[in-house]
């Protein structure tokens, strides 16, 4: 049967999306999908020197929440809409953001990297003059950190998401190359119950490109004791929403998954795939 949810979805509440609430929730209704969750983003302490303005990805919690409830009001009946939020993770703002997370009754949270020591992989000076190998396993090295520092999740996102960037990505990247700084995480996350966002963004571009994690990472992941997964497009406008699913679905088969999963006030809901 279909994916049946979209579990990571941004509005006009995050920085880098001028997308409508009611513009995402109606592609939603139009794509066959009866759940979605919004996963704003939170990254305190984003650092400066970008174009951006000051503190670009600080979330205004309650007009979000606001926003949220009018819709369920209004899309009653039609679709399933949860309160999550993205948070970016740095190592010294580990207790900012699980103060943060406790402080509101949020439905899924997504923990995710962003930075690599404070340079946004995203933008081309991350890369310049450095070997991306290097700068690859200095992701991983760092997730593993932050994991180890934050535990108020229940998903790490897109967890190859610095390969995205790196300008010579399919000749210097692949799971075998990284895994002794892959594993590590992964069994962090299996061991305490944590799941992987299945992040099919980059199929929105090119349906033969890998998602995020890759899927050896996903096989990898279950052969570890891994149970938790959750598909996600990372949409911010409306057009991308569940793009790939079908994909990712088949690539969750493959790997051995048999279940996904939901969530409600931060409890997860097992759907059969």
Known sequence: MPIIADYHLHTHNSGDSTAPM????????????SEICFTEHMDMD??????????????????????LDEMKKRYEGRIKLKFGVEVGMQTQIAK???????????DFVIASMHLVDR???????????????????????????NIELFDNYDVLGHLDYVTRYAPDADAVYRYELFSSY???????????G????????????????????CPE???????????????GSDAHKP???????DRMQQIAIDAGFREYFTFDKRNPIPHSL
């Open 96 to 106: 900012q953001n699980a103060d943060f997370v406790s402080s509101y009754n949020f």
């Open 239 to 245: 057009a991308p929403i569940a793009c790939g699913f």
């Open 119 to 145: 340079k946004d992989p995203y933008y081309k000076d991350m890369w310049e003059g450095k070997d991306s190998k290097d700068l690859i396993k200095r992701y991983f090295e760092s997730t593993l950190e």
């Open 46 to 67: 984003y650092p400066t020197g970008y174009d951006l303005p000051d503190d670009p990805f600080i979330l205004d919690v309650l007009s979000y929440k606001k926003e």
């Open 194 to 213: 944590k799941g992987l966002d299945l992040n099919s963004k980059m199929l929105g571009k090119d349906i033969k490109s890998s998602p995020n994690p």
């Open 182 to 192: 892959i594993d590590p995480i992964l069994r962090h996350l299996a061991g305490r």
């Open 217 to 231: 990472i996903i096989s990898r992941f279950k052969e570890l004791g891994g149970m938790v997964i959750t598909f």
């Open 22 to 33: 009611a513009d995402m929730i109606e592609s939603a209704i139009q794509k066959g999908l």
